[in-house]
């Protein structure tokens, strides 16, 4: 029993911990719900002196299903791997979310590229004009990638 409080403190010293409303905001939940999953054990948490839970980003990571780069950078570059190599970066112009169907104007260098996708993955990428995005064509679709 004496190791565990020991892995713990290793733990603590490798990986950054995030409270429980910035691991909410960044895994896009309400604050109640992260605390329920806390109680419940669904995600870990390390409790400090004052009795407050602190969650590892590694937690966060997990739900978001991120887990293979350890850095922001590397985990970038996960997201980013794909299969189709057309992939043209440029400046979100437009988002214009209608029923099911969202509109997303992109303007690299000076031509526009206009992607039809559900309004349910605009709104998860959080896209919004003036964000970098890539297109990714793919035969007669264009796909929307948030970088």
């Not at 299969?83 to 209608?98: A, F, P, W």
Request: charged letters at 30%.
């Amino acid at each position: 029993m004496a190791r565990k409080p020991q892995l713990q403190r290793r733990e603590a010293a490798n990986e950054e911990f995030l409270k429980p409303r910035e691991a909410a905001l960044e895994l896009r939940v309400s604050f109640p719900t992260i605390k329920q999953w806390i109680y419940k054990r669904k995600i870990r948490s390390i409790r400090t002196a004052g009795g407050h839970h602190r969650i590892p980003q590694g937690e966060v990571d997990r739900l978001l299903f991120r887990t293979r780069g350890k850095t922001a950078p590397e985990r970038t570059l996960t997201m980013r791997r794909l299969s189709g190599r057309n992939q043209l970066v440029g400046r979100i112009e437009s988002v214009r979310i209608s029923g099911l169907m969202a509109e997303v104007v992109i303007s690299i260098g000076e031509q526009q590229i206009t992607s039809i996708i559900t309004a349910r993955s605009a709104r998860e990428m959080s896209l919004k004009a003036g964000q970098t995005a890539a297109a990714l064509i793919k035969s007669t679709e264009v796909m929307i990638l948030r970088v």
